[in-house]
């Protein structure tokens, strides 16, 4: 018995020590130059790890059993060393390695969007709106307009809509976590109705690309996606009795997650020289997202969005309200060899009444829209398909008339390209893409209205883009170019719009517009580096070429317009993009700057010859600084008066000053924050229909999160 009992406590001891725990400490540093390194995976050959700081260093503790600690970081060799138990802090210097294609993907990919930025050649932007500092804003139209080089249009009723290079808003993209958003009935999408909460960001892309063939622009809303636990709160106030919160909070773990939320705006505006707001504006907004990961490659997700907005004119005697909802069921697959398959299904409703100029508008458009993406690797390039069909009813109520539209659209592209790794050093040509697309209309009248007749459209296109790369001893440089030529067929509001135009011009029909799109492009990402600074700069070079152009003509007096085919008519440019910051990003500069040639200015209304937006950053610690410089080149906008004569109506450049000042407080998993925006600070109001806008503005907002 003695025997045994001497043998138990032996391996008891034994036991004990084998799995007694050992603190162990470190640093890691970049080898000859002896800069720390942030963010290195260090583990045992149990498996038990930690990372490296800011500093490069680590703690955590080993077990008496663990004998390898393992280094591991994307841009150095992988390195492993033997546990020396007497040593308790070690220095560590791994070597830089050779980043191949696929790092190089990992270093431009997005991890939450659609857009890659070494893959995409276009310019592009993601906007991360999750973050607190953009809850100053009213919505994103407000946060698209700060951050980017892109015309936002504001009506008198407060719509805002977008354009980038001088595009008509027809002519815009808009997608929800990849799935096209319906922007083909009454009029184009209303940013107004879109606030930040619910995302996790925007990305913006300029040009045309694979995923929106033929388009001058593409603005995706990212759905925030978190799978965990998580509850917000912002509260937003200032000038001209504007107020406005939202909340959402969130329950999940690592294969499946809920969120919801929600809130509500008002806002009022002014007509010059009036004593008391005439204006009001009222919004709310309500999302559900979640998510469902079935197996390792295979995820579902479900995203529900309803916006609504309502607006007041007590001067005029008008009003208007509108309301999007968008459900979307998206699958996305990731089978390795076999590829990658992405299929959706969404249900879009826009609603709208309005009586405007004693006009009554009552509209629903309804549109059911089913879709799929497949991408398969090859051995040297790749195949992509995609293909998508779309049901949309207009359902329109008049004082002229009614009509009830059917419009059925199959749209199906693909694309096959040849792309090789990076093998040596100097440029190496990346990949090439031959993209060749097809889209067939068919318009059916439902009603006894024959303001809209039953008519079919068949258009085809072809796109061609390229992109080489090198990689410097402190940056990668990106080359890329595409061609392409695309049509875009009338929208349902273009017809409709159409055939109430003047009588002098009853002879011209709405054609199907053609449109040639070459743009070239350079850009240059640093290699961000612990303590030096980093940069990023884009430029591009652009030029569409358009036959049968489609322009619009607004009534003089009156918010209400009628498209026409212009002939010919063309728009070059150029797009730059500068981001330079210190070390540790303490002091930044962005500037974002767009200037264009028109063949003839009067066929691209409200376009500015250029737009401008530099942006000096300051951050110390949890302390925000932001000082924005908004600069828009002349515009021009032809109005037809009663005695049908053509005008044109110029409003002169705008300049403004933004200043933005934040601060987080963070315990833990707890944050909490105060911000304070000053909009238009120079005072350079305009009045727009006898009403004062881009006038002076301040507003506050307070917020805490916990994730």
């Known amino acids: 018995m003695l025997k045994y009992l ?72 992988k390195f492993s060393q033997k546990i020396d138990q007497n040593e308790r802090n070690i220095s560590v210097y791994l070597k830089p390695k050779i980043i191949i294609l696929s790092e190089l993907n990992v270093l431009g990919q997005n991890e939450k969007g659609v857009f890659n930025e070494f893959e995409t050649k276009n310019m592009m932007n993601n906007i991360a709106v999750k973050d607190a500092s953009f809850r100053t804003y009213e919505d994103i139209g407000d946060i698209l307009m700060n951050e980017e080089s892109v015309l936002i249009n504001e009506s008198s009723r407060g719509e805002k809509t977008i354009s980038i290079r001088g595009a008509r808003q027809e002519e815009m993209a808009f997608m929800y976590d990849g799935v096209p958003i319906n922007n083909e009935g009454r009029k184009s999408l209303d940013l107004s109705l879109f606030y930040a909460g619910g995302l996790e960001e925007v990305e913006v892309v300029k040009g045309n690309h694979e995923s929106a063939l033929g388009s001058s622009g593409t603005i995706n809303f990212v759905p925030s996606v978190f799978y965990a636990n998580s509850f917000s709160f912002f509260q937003r106030f200032g000038t001209y009795n504007t107020g406005n919160y939202n909340s959402s909070a969130s329950i999940g773990n690592k294969y499946l997650f809920l969120q919801a939320g929600g809130g509500k705006a008002e806002s009022s505006q002014f007509y010059k020289n009036a004593d008391n707001p005439d204006i009001f504006r009222q919004s709310s907004s309500i999302f559900i997202n979640s998510g469902l990961k079935i197996f390792s490659n295979i995820e579902l997700k479900i995203s529900h969005l309803n916006n609504e907005r309502k607006f007041e004119d007590y001067y005029l005697s008008e009003s208007a309200g509108s309301s999007y909802k968008i459900n979307t069921l998206k699958i996305e697959t990731n089978k390795g060899r076999y590829g990658n398959l992405d299929l959706y299904i969404s249900d879009q409703i826009i609603n709208g009444d309005e009586i405007i100029s004693g006009n009554k508008l009552s509209l629903i458009d309804h549109k059911i829209l089913n879709g799929f993406k497949y991408r398969k690797k090859l051995n040297k390039g790749y195949i992509i398909f995609n293909g998508d069909r779309s049901y949309i009813n207009a359902d329109w109520k008049t004082n002229a008339d009614n009509i009830n539209l059917r419009r059925e659209k199959f749209s199906f592209s693909t694309a096959i390209g040849i792309s090789q790794k990076k093998t040596h050093k100097g440029f190496q040509i990346k990949d090439f893409t031959l993209s060749l697309n097809s889209n067939n209309v068919v318009d059916k009248n439902n009603s006894e209205s024959n303001l809209l ?87 591009s070079y652009f030029n569409y070429s358009y036959k049968n152009k489609i322009k619009t003509i607004q009534y003089s007096g009156s918010s209400l317009q009628f498209p026409l085919n212009d002939g010919d008519a063309s728009i070059s440019g150029i797009d730059i993009k500068t981001e330079v910051f210190t070390i540790k990003k303490i002091l930044g500069f962005r500037s974002i700057y767009s200037v264009y040639d028109y063949s ?43 005695l049908g004569e053509l005008e044109n109506n110029y409003l002169s450049d705008y300049q403004a000053i933004d200043a933005h000042i934040s601060y987080v407080f963070s315990i833990g998993d707890y944050k909490a924050n105060v911000a304070i925006f000053g909009q238009n600070l120079n005072d350079k109001s305009q009045v727009l229909k006898g009403i004062s806008i881009f006038d002076k503005r301040v507003f506050i907002s307070v917020g805490f999160q916990w994730r």
């Open 453 to 539: 007749e039953n008519l079919k459209w068949q258009d085809s296109g072809a796109n061609f883009f390229f992109s080489a790369w090198d990689r410097l001893d402190n940056a990668i440089v990106y080359l890329y170019a595409n061609l392409g030529s695309n049509f875009r067929i009338p929208g349902i509001y273009e017809r409709y719009a159409y055939a109430f135009r003047p009588s002098i011009f009853n002879n011209n029909s709405l054609l199907i517009e053609s449109k040639l799109m070459k743009e070239f492009g350079l850009k240059i990402n640093s290699l961000v580096k612990q303590n030096a600074p980093n940069f990023t700069s884009s430029i």
């Open 600 to 642: 003839d200015q009067l066929s691209f209304s409200m376009q500015p010859l250029s737009i401008l937006r530099n942006n000096i950053l300051f951050k110390l610690g949890s302390f925000q600084a932001k000082i924005t410089l908004k600069k828009e080149g002349r515009r021009v906008l032809s109005t037809i008066n009663s």
């Open 6 to 77: 001497s043998f138990f406590i032996f391996q008891m001891l034994f036991i004990e020590a084998a799995f007694a725990e050992i603190i162990i400490r470190g640093k890691v540093f970049k080898h000859q130059n002896n800069e720390p390194i942030k963010n290195v995976n260090v583990y045992t050959n149990s498996k038990r790890g930690t990372s490296t700081n800011n500093k490069g260093e680590f703690v955590f503790q080993i077990m008496q059993a663990d004998s390898v600690l393992i280094f591991e970081h994307i841009g150095f060799n």
